[in-house]
Every structure is written in structure tokens, then in C-alpha cells.
């Protein structure tokens, strides 16, 4: 069975630095999809960003950016310029060829201003 | 905008009173989710419709059922809530074929007096 790890609980950043977010996940699949999810404080849960597990390249969008090591399985977030909306529970997810959603633990984000 | 939405917001009942969350989706997409949240933990799939298909989580509690009469909506019935049913419950949508990223309803948070 698919599991993803968030190992870290808390993070802390300051406003307009840079922070990264860890995830790791075990899969004997070759075809696969991993998300980023943003949960903010009793609001809804967002996309922040998607990877194919087929594409090498690294997902981007706007300030956030992630680093996909397939064989290491390891799929990390990094969040730049980090505003205070910023805040919020992260949670790593993949999802496999049948579609449901696994969910590692999440990671509390705070940013300091 | 296409979107998912729950009613109500937030549900107060009492134990062992029938209660039951409703999601509605104009994404039109063929599947949907519910989850169970807890705080500061992952979401935890419950079922999920895929079209007409009800596909049960093996460890959902019998107490919880589920009814998916038309593509646009679900609901979710907890026949007799305990107090340990209280949580937020999220409603999620997806396609299946490409399969995608999975939308989320803002949620219900019921409370269990």
C-alpha cells in the first residue's frame, strides 16, 4: 500500500524568506500524480500544485515550486518571498492510477511577520 | 465559477440524532468524495461515488451512508452521530477519466451534543 510522510509537524518562517516543506512517499507504481494541498484556518483545502510522476521536470507556479526526486521518492515544496497568507496546514497527497487520495500527516506553516 | 458547496456550514445535533450533510457540485464532474476530518489531522475517505457506483472505504463505520441521486448531488447521513463523529466533513469532486486533482467543498463542521 501507498503511504506519504510529512516529517515535519511545524514550520516557522519569516515574511519574504524562503521555506521548504518536506514530503516522502512509497509506491510500487510507475504512474502516479502527487499534490501539494493549502488548508488555511477553518477555510476550504486548495490546489497549490500538482506533478506527473512521467514528467521530469519540476512543477512551478508563481512563488511556489516543488523538487520531484522519483527515485528517491521524495517530493518537496519551497515556498519563496513567503507572505502571510502563506499560513496554513500543508498536506502532501498522492494519487494513484484509481484516483483516490493518500494523505500524509501535514505540515503546520506559520509566517512571521 | 464551477465550485463545490456544502450546506450547511456547520450542523449541531444531538447523540444518536439523524443528521445529514448534503454537497453539491456544478464542476459536472462523474466523481465524489467524503471525508472525514479531525483536527489537525489528514483528511480520512470515508466512500466515494463514481457515477452511480458506491465504492465504501473497508474501515467506514456502518453508521455512515451515503445517497448520490443525480450527478450534481450527494449526501452524507450519520444515522446515530456519537460524540466521536464530530468533525469537519469534506466533500470532494474529481473526473475519472483523465483522472484529476480533487476539488474540495469548504466543509461542515459538526458538533455532538
Known amino acids: 500500500a501507498q503511504t506519504v510522510t510529512q516529517s515535519q509537524p511545524e514550520m516557522s518562517v519569516q515574511e519574504a524568506e524562503t521555506v521548504t516543506l518536506s514530503c516522502t512517499y512509497d509506491t510500487s507504481e510507475s504512474d502516479y500524480y502527487l499534490f501539494w494541498y493549502k488548508q488555511p484556518p477553518s477555510r476550504q483545502m486548495i490546489l497549490v500544485i500538482r506533478q506527473e510522476a512521467y514528467k521530469q521536470q519540476n512543477a512551478t507556479e508563481n512563488r511556489f515550486s516543488v523538487n520531484f526526486q522519483k527515485a528517491a521518492k521524495s517530493f518537496s515544496l519551497k515556498i519563496s518571498d513567503s507572505q502571510l497568507g502563506d499560513a496554513a496546514m500543508y498536506f502532501c497527497?498522492?494519487?494513484?492510477?484509481?484516483?483516490?487520495?493518500?494523505f500524509g500527516q501535514g505540515t503546520e506553516l506559520s509566517v512571521k511577520p | 465559477d464551477a465550485m463545490v458547496i456544502q450546506n450547511p456550514r456547520y450542523q449541531v445535533t444531538q447523540f444518536g440524532k439523524p443528521v445529514t450533510l448534503s454537497c453539491s457540485q456544478t464542476l459536472n464532474h462523474n466523481v465524489m468524495y467524503w471525508y472525514q476530518q479531525k483536527s489537525s489531522q489528514a483528511p480520512k475517505l470515508l466512500f466515494h461515488?463514481?457515477?452511480?457506483?458506491?465504492?465504501n472505504e473497508a474501515d467506514t463505520p456502518d453508521n455512515f451512508q451515503s445517497r448520490r441521486p443525480n450527478t450534481s448531488f450527494c449526501f452524507l447521513d450519520i444515522r446515530s452521530p456519537g460524540l466521536g463523529d464530530a468533525a469537519m466533513y469534506l466533500c470532494?469532486?474529481?473526473?475519472?477519466?483523465?483522472?484529476?486533482?480533487?476539488?474540495f467543498g469548504p466543509g461542515t463542521r459538526l458538533t455532538v451534543l
Open positions: 461515488y463514481y457515477d452511480k457506483d458506491f465504492n
Open positions: 497527497a498522492y494519487r494513484s492510477a484509481g484516483g483516490k487520495l493518500i
Open positions: 470532494a469532486t474529481s473526473r475519472a477519466d483523465p483522472v484529476t486533482e480533487q476539488f
